[in-house]
């Protein structure tokens, strides 16, 4: 009659146990499977000419607007 018990209880944990390290093992080999980065691969960026400039003007105006001064 134990061994019954045993069996009812144990076959469950079993499962569990063999699907948790089946999970485990299946995102070690996606993780060792991921392609290595390339740096460089797109183009640089533009270079934009008095940015810095441009961006204090457009934070001054929209300063101003929040304020009321500008309609």
């Known amino acids: 009659m134990l061994d019954i018990i045993y069996l009812i209880v144990l076959t469950p944990v079993a ?5 948790g390290y089946w999970c485990i093992k299946q995102s070690h080999k996606q993780l060792s499977n991921m392609p ?8 640089k960026d533009q270079f934009i ?7 204090k003007h457009q934070r001054s105006q929209i300063k101003r607007m929040y304020k009321g001064k500008i309609n």
Do not use: T
């Open 15 to 19: 499962f569990l146990v063999s699907y």
């Open 36 to 43: 290595e980065a390339k740096p460089y691969e797109f183009e």
């Open 49 to 55: 000419e008095d940015f810095n400039e441009k961006i």
